[in-house]
């Protein structure tokens, strides 16, 4: 049996995680942790829900399948869901070993796995379907 250690660092050890050392926010206008949440993928989800929402899907909260939302043809009380939804930034890189993994979770409860981004910007999302045969 091999020995591991696990460290556990705290924003006091990296300087540049707090807010008052971080160029791009201004550290005056975010002093509550709310503020703070609402700066991570909030807008990004908010649009993607709608939008499958306006689509006629029922969404609904993915946590327990590692995900952001479920999507369900109809009534989720009379169907299963067919689809995980998970969004990300828009500039994410992925990983070959994260594609992987939300392809396999998905396969393993019998569901396909949507990648989706919301570009500020253009106002636009992207989405990517994984599907394992």
Same mark, same amino acid.
């Given at each position: 049996? %091999?020995? =591991? +250690?696990?460290?556990? %660092?705290?924003?006091?050890? =990296?300087?540049?995680? !707090?807010p008052?050392?971080?160029?791009?926010?201004?550290?005056?206008? *975010?002093?509550?942790?709310?503020?703070?949440?609402? $700066?991570d993928?909030?807008?990004? !989800?908010?649009? &993607? @829900?709608?939008? @499958?929402?306006?689509?006629?899907?029922?969404?609904?909260? /993915? %946590?327990? =399948?590692?995900?952001? =939302?479920l999507? *369900?043809p109809?009534?989720?009380?009379?169907?299963?869901? +067919? @689809?995980?939804?998970?969004?990300?930034? +828009? $500039?994410?890189? @992925?990983?070959p070993?994260?594609?992987?993994? *939300?392809? !396999?979770l /998905?396969t393993?409860?019998?569901?396909?796995?949507?990648?989706?981004? *919301?570009? &500020?910007?253009?106002?636009?999302?992207? +989405?990517v379907?994984?599907?394992?045969?």
């Amino acid at each position: 049996m %091999s020995n =591991f +250690s696990l460290t556990v %660092s705290t924003a006091a050890e =990296f300087p540049e995680l !707090r807010p008052e050392n971080n160029n791009s926010i201004n550290a005056e206008k *975010y002093q509550n942790l709310e503020d703070w949440i609402s $700066l991570d993928l909030n807008l990004e !989800r908010t649009k &993607v @829900f709608e939008e @499958f929402w306006k689509m006629g899907w029922w969404v609904s909260c /993915a %946590s327990k =399948f590692g995900g952001d =939302f479920l999507l *369900y043809p109809d009534d989720p009380m009379h169907c299963h869901s +067919s @689809f995980i939804v998970t969004v990300h930034h +828009s $500039l994410k890189k @992925f990983t070959p070993i994260e594609i992987v993994s *939300y392809g !396999r979770l /998905a396969t393993t409860v019998k569901k396909k796995h949507i990648l989706c981004s *919301y570009d &500020v910007e253009k106002e636009e999302i992207t +989405s990517v379907v994984l599907e394992w045969a």
